[in-house]
């Protein structure tokens, strides 16, 4: 049974930081990419980033690029998310997520990840 479990989220300022961790089981986790997702109030799950599988291909939203970074721990079975400068826009609820990818891919499209976790709630006050 595959999980995806992820931790780090709360309420912060703006301007502070926050790494967000995504623990996974029940699959081998280098064969899958991974991505961040984030869902605001109101609004549709949108894409954040993505990592290949090796870790060595990477891709952020135009929003986050410069401030976030995504990378994973093919050791740990566990993918990461640094969020600097942070932003009242940045809140919601962030979700992991993995496809499984014959290739060393990034994947950027929501419909196409097969496993997803619970997600973990950022607030960001301003």
């Known amino acids: 049974q595959v999980q995806l479990v992820e931790s780090g989220g709360r309420l912060v300022q703006a301007g502070d930081s926050l790494r967000l961790s995504c623990a996974a089981s029940g699959l081998i986790f280098s064969s899958v990419t991974m991505g961040w997702f984030r869902q605001a109030p109101g609004k549709e799950r949108e894409f954040v980033a993505t990592i290949s599988r090796r870790g060595d291909a990477t891709d952020h939203q135009d929003s986050v690029k410069g401030r976030f970074t995504i990378s994973r721990d093919n050791a740990k079975s566990t993918m990461y998310l640094q969020m600097n400068s942070l932003k009242p826009e940045d809140t919601g609820v962030y979700y992991c997520?993995?496809?499984?990818?014959?290739?060393?891919?990034?994947?950027?499209?929501?419909?196409?990840?097969?496993?997803w976790g619970q997600g973990t709630q950022v607030t960001v006050s301003s």
């Open positions: 997520a993995a496809v499984r990818t014959s290739y060393n891919i990034v994947v950027r499209t929501p419909a196409s990840y097969d496993y």
